[in-house]
Nanobody, 117 residues
Framework: VPLVESGGGLVQPGGSLRLSCAASGFTFSSYIMGWYRQVPGKQRELVATITSSSSSYYADSVKGRFTISRDNAKNAVYLQMNSLKPEDTAVYYC????????????WGQGTQVTVSS
């Protein structure tokens, strides 16, 4: 399994969680890493991405609250989530993507994040 997420759980509104994604079986440093989320009945949406040189992008809905980071030495990517809101409740997926002659895409199995009092 190329990507394995961990760190999800139940947290109260205003709380924090840190998601981790461990990668294996591919050249991690060559891939753009990202976090996506999905709720039942809705399309999977982009949360944040980070390039191999650590240039990051955030969806407007999480900007200023979430921070994506990566450790190329450990083949890992993280998502620090602060000031969590009930609308952040979703299954969060780790993604690895590389653009070339074709697009190579890997997905993790997902980790549930529930924000509720």
């Amino acid at each position: 399994v190329p990507l394995v997420e961990s760190g999800g759980g139940l947290v109260q509104p205003g709380g924090s969680l840190r998601l981790s994604c461990a990668a294996s079986g591919f050249t991690f440093s060559s891939y753009i890493m990202g976090w996506y989320r999905q709720v039942p009945g809705k399309q999977r949406e982009l949360v944040a991405t980070i390039t191999s040189s650590s240039s990051s992008y955030y969806a407007d809905s999480v900007k200023g609250r979430f921070t994506i980071s990566r450790d190329n030495a450990k083949n890992a990517v993280y998502l620090q989530m602060n000031s969590l809101k009930p609308e952040d409740t979703a299954v969060y997926y780790c993604n690895a993507r590389r653009y070339g002659l074709s697009v190579i895409n890997y997905w993790g199995q997902g980790t549930q994040v529930t924000v509720s009092s």
